[in-house]
């Protein structure tokens, strides 16, 4: 053989070879991860916030939790900060001891930022008031958030008469609110009926408010000087959002 053909042979095997080699595969690339937030709120920047400013700023981080696109934060940070420092948290919040509305993550809220009193079925009692007279008049917060949640157990065991030590006492808070309800329904007054349930719910967040409002002066002046909102809503355990309900 020629050593012309030789080397053609010799090349078209290198390149049957090659074409026959593993192909590497891309690397895709991984994206950086998110800066971690560790700021805490200090005096002056509570003080620089209107009550407007934060009920806007609870509703962003409702819908960013909703959506999946929660705050990054050094929780770590935030603790040794607010521990050095001091808590002056923009907002209060009372919500329901069930353990599938976790206040804070809710509202996409950092150490620091909210109070937060929780009972079954959101309703309030001399020791609540007092609380929160604390943390508006005392503390600062500009905003208090009367948090119902659907399917709540308060409400269904009220409405369908359960009866346990201490709750019976408790679920007899509700009965102006179910009264409410099932007048402005149809069907019978029990958790198996929907629009009845999800109406009380509803009426049970109004009738906290008014409450609280009548049984402490500071609170109700405090509103009366434009100082601190007073607001309502309903948190869907399915989907993650807070629905706001007028007073």
């Known amino acids: ?37 560790s700021e805490v709120l200090t005096a002056e920047g509570q003080q620089a916030l ?12 409702n819908e960013r939790f909703a959506s999946g ?7 770590v940070a935030q603790a040794e900060a607010t521990a050095a420092a001091g808590q002056f948290p923009k907002a209060t919040i009372l919500s329901c001891v069930d353990s599938r509305v976790p206040v804070e993550i809710v509202f996409d809220q950092g150490i620091g930022d909210v109070f937060v009193g929780r009972v079954a079925g959101n309703v309030e009692d001399v020791n609540m008031v007092g609380s929160f007279e604390f943390a508006t008049k005392v503390a600062g917060s500009k905003v208090i958030v009367i948090l119902g949640h659907t399917s709540c157990g308060a409400i269904k065991g009220a409405a ?16 102006e609110p179910i009264a409410r309800a099932d007048a402005a329904t149809e069907g019978e007054a029990n958790s198996s009926n ?16 008014a409450d609280l409002l009548d049984q402490s002066e ?30």
């Open 1 to 37: 053989m020629k050593l012309s053909s030789l080397l053609a042979v010799t090349a078209a095997a290198g390149l049957v070879l090659t074409g026959c080699a593993p192909q590497s595969t891309p690397v895709a690339e991984v994206p950086p991860a998110p800066e971690l937030v």
């Open 50 to 61: 209107t009550p407007e400013q934060v009920l806007a700023d609870l509703k962003a981080g």
């Open 69 to 75: 696109k929660l705050t990054a934060r050094d929780f």
């Open 160 to 175: 369908d008469g359960v009866e346990l030590g201490n709750l019976t006492e408790l679920l007899n808070d509700f009965d």
């Open 194 to 209: 929907a629009e009845f349930l999800n109406l009380a719910i509803e009426e049970n967040v109004r009738q906290t408010i």
């Open 218 to 247: 500071v609170i109700s002046d405090l509103v009366d000087s434009g100082d601190l909102l007073v607001v309502g809503g309903v948190y869907d355990l399915a989907t993650g959002r807070v629905t706001w309900l007028d007073s």
